[in-house]
């Protein structure tokens, strides 16, 4: 039987390990801390993944609409195809008709792009093949920064939508893994979208973007899932009744229902550090953003960048 040496007695393999560990420290130190893509002629491309075609929606509609009309190359990527989210509907079905929603979601946000992948709603797990699959993607958009959810959530496929992201962070750069797209050159940046789960430890609210002059286009983007707003979330909150009929009445009580939210006092002091007092007090909408602690950490000069909305 062939047994594996742990002799880690000699001194040449010392000298070997900590010359290794040496040259991981530099490669590391290289392509994580690299600035992120900042020459004007070349947008910034950013990649939101999350479990479900509508996560990303609700929670940075606004910011996706605002950096894509600034140039960014935005892409929104479901890891569920949404087969799960009904009560009347499902399976392929269903997953076709999200497909369509996200389609006709992204057109009305203008983001490149909105895919949807075609694993199980509600049966989403952190597996090496999606977690293969989603370092593959950030790849294939040479992603500048990614957009994930907090491993904490109610639902079990936003916390492994989560933990696949963030499981990913790393692994982009590295050439043996997924070898069969080239690795990202530079580290991204990631960010976690907005949750209201303080358990084990609350959202922080890092970066926090004023949405007022996009709140009809994030509506509207929203609108495009009815799926969603109008049969399967009324539904879950036995609401189904309070929905109108015609398309120009169920908008009005959509953007009631998102009219209400208003800005909490964690983002109006978000807002504050970037806007300054006098501006932030007059937004009365706003998507918040925490920065993750994988990737590339970013200065504020580079968060100015990727949220040009923030201004200067
Ligand atoms: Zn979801």
């Not at 590295?174 to 358990?199: C, E, T, W």
């Amino acid at each position: 039987m062939k047994t594996i040496s742990t002799n880690l007695d000699q001194p040449n393999m010392y000298y070997r390990i900590s010359l290794l560990s040496l040259l991981f420290l530099i490669f590391n130190s290289i392509n994580l801390s690299a600035q992120i893509n900042t020459s004007n002629d070349t947008p910034l491309r950013v990649i939101a993944i999350f479990a479900h075609p509508d996560d990303a929606d609700f929670k940075m509609g606004g910011t996706a609409a605002m950096m894509a009309e600034m140039g960014h190359e935005v892409k929104f990527l479901s890891l569920t195809n949404g087969n799960a989210g009904h009560h009347e509907k499902g399976g392929g079905v269903l997953a076709n008709i999200r497909r369509e929603e996200a389609k006709e979601a992204a057109r009305r946000l203008g983001i490149v792009e909105y895919e949807v992948l075609d694993n199980n709603d509600s049966e989403l797990m952190p597996e090496l093949h999606i977690r293969k699959d989603v370092i593959r993607a950030i790849r294939e958009w040479n992603a500048d920064v990614v957009l994930g959810l907090r491993p904490n959530d109610y639902h079990p496929d936003h916390r492994n939508a989560g933990k696949l992201v963030i499981d990913a962070s790393y692994m982009v750069i590295v050439p043996n893994v997924a070898p069969d797209v080239a690795p990202v050159r530079n580290n991204p940046v990631f960010l976690y979208m907005q949750d209201g789960f303080s358990k084990p430890n609350p959202f922080s609210h890092d970066i926090v973007v004023g949405i007022d002059e996009v709140i009809d286009t994030k509506i509207r983007g929203l609108d495009a899932h009815v799926s969603q707003i109008y049969e399967w979330g009324p539904w879950t909150g036995g609401r189904l009744d309070e929905v109108p009929e015609g398309e120009e009445e169920r908008l009005e009580w959509l953007s009631e229902s998102m009219f209400s939210r208003g800005v909490s006092e964690a983002q109006m002091e978000g807002l504050k550090k970037w806007y300054g007092e006098e501006e932030a007090a007059q937004f009365r909408f706003a998507e918040s953003f925490e920065i993750a602690e994988y990737g590339h950490y970013p200065s504020d000069e580079e968060i100015r960048m990727i949220f040009p909305m923030l201004g200067q």
